[in-house]
């Protein structure tokens, strides 16, 4: 059974101030995404899953249809705030989705195969599809999943500060925890730093981040779903409360229930953090379009 790409794109972008998802950076207008889905597309997934916001959808599926359609199976689900709350509802005040975790849940009547998922405004690499094709088909089960693992210096913004998970891997290479960094960035002495309450730190340059890159086994949304209630009896009044990957992927660990297994990759990853990434992202693309890794007009030479 081939595995499916899932695809994060129900997020407000507030920082950069737009619909970022559906910004144009390739040269022939195409979006981050496209370059996911055909290196999932080469590397040899099946289906692809857009968990979108619902009020979104019709603009969505007119931008990916014609481009996708009789290349690779497509859903579309909504990330809804009152759905799989169990005995919760939505409280009044609560406006901003419920976190990534959640978001999965969105899609869970249409995965019924070992599945990867992804941010929507990411740039990951070929190489890192490739790795995590492999690892679904010949690897996964249902205590064994895999993290793509990113060296930290590999991941930066020149515009600013970054938010990242730096990963704690053991001698078999499996995770055992993600550390939540808020602030790092490369200060005027060269050296990678992160800021916290205790001040300034100092980051290896090669530590392995997570890029919310993912590889689960069909079994991890009902993991999800019974944690996502246990996380609401004690968050259901913050109205900031996030139910984040991290989260579940933490409790998987430590109580015994399986492995996530950290599969490196040497990609270049970049992204749109803040709007003055922008030009460096098309910059980026224009290069690996140049060396030939990509065709000028993707889904016109893949057709």
């Given at each position: 059974?081939?595995?499916?790409?899932?695809?994060?794109?129900?997020?407000?972008?507030?920082?950069?101030?737009?619909?970022?998802?559906?910004?144009?950076?390739?040269?022939?207008?195409?979006?981050?995404?496209?370059?996911?889905?055909?290196?999932?597309?080469?590397?040899?997934?099946g289906k692809i899953v857009f968990i979108i916001r619902e009020?979104?959808?019709e603009d969505f599926k007119n931008i990916f249809e014609p481009?996708?359609?009789?290349?690779?199976?497509?859903?579309?689900?909504?990330?809804?705030?009152?759905?799989?709350?169990?005995?919760?509802?939505?409280p009044a005040e609560r406006k901003k989705p419920w976190g990534t975790a959640h978001a999965i849940l969105a899609a869970k009547n249409v995965l019924t195969e070992p599945f990867a998922v992804i941010n929507?405004?990411?740039?990951y690499g070929s190489e890192a599809f490739k790795?995590?094709?492999?690892?679904?088909?010949?690897?996964?089960?249902?205590?064994?999943?895999?993290?793509?693992?990113?060296?930290?210096n590999r991941t930066l913004s020149d515009n600013g500060s970054v938010s990242r998970g730096v990963c704690e891997v053991d001698e078999k290479g499996n995770l055992v925890s993600i550390n939540e960094r808020t602030k790092i960035y490369r200060n005027q002495a060269g050296v990678i730093t992160y800021e916290?309450?205790?001040g300034l730190h100092e980051v290896s340059e090669n530590s392995v981040v997570s890029m919310n890159f993912w590889g689960f086994a069909p079994n991890v949304l009902g993991v999800i779903e019974s944690q996502f209630h246990e996380y609401l009896d004690g968050n259901i009044t913050d109205p900031k409360a996030e139910f984040f990957i991290p989260i579940v992927a933490d409790k998987f660990i430590k109580s015994g229930m399986g492995v996530i297994k950290v599969i490196p990759t040497?990609?270049?990853?970049?992204g749109v953090t803040y709007k003055e990434d922008a030009p460096s992202v098309q910059a980026s693309l224009d290069g690996l379009v140049d060396a030939g890794e990509y065709p000028t007009n993707l889904w016109a030479d893949n057709s």
């Open positions: 059974m081939q595995p499916t790409l899932v695809i994060l794109a129900a997020g407000m972008a507030s920082r950069y101030g737009s619909m970022k998802q559906i910004q144009s950076f390739g040269p022939s207008g195409e979006t981050i995404m496209d370059y996911s889905i055909f290196d999932a597309i080469r590397a040899g997934f009020d979104f959808a481009k996708l359609n009789g290349k690779i199976k497509t859903e579309y689900v909504f990330q809804r705030l009152e759905d799989h709350l169990g005995r919760h509802s939505v929507a405004d990411d740039f790795k995590a094709y492999d690892f679904l088909v010949n690897e996964c089960n249902d205590q064994t999943y895999c993290i793509v693992g990113y060296q930290l916290d309450e205790g040497l990609s270049k990853w970049f």
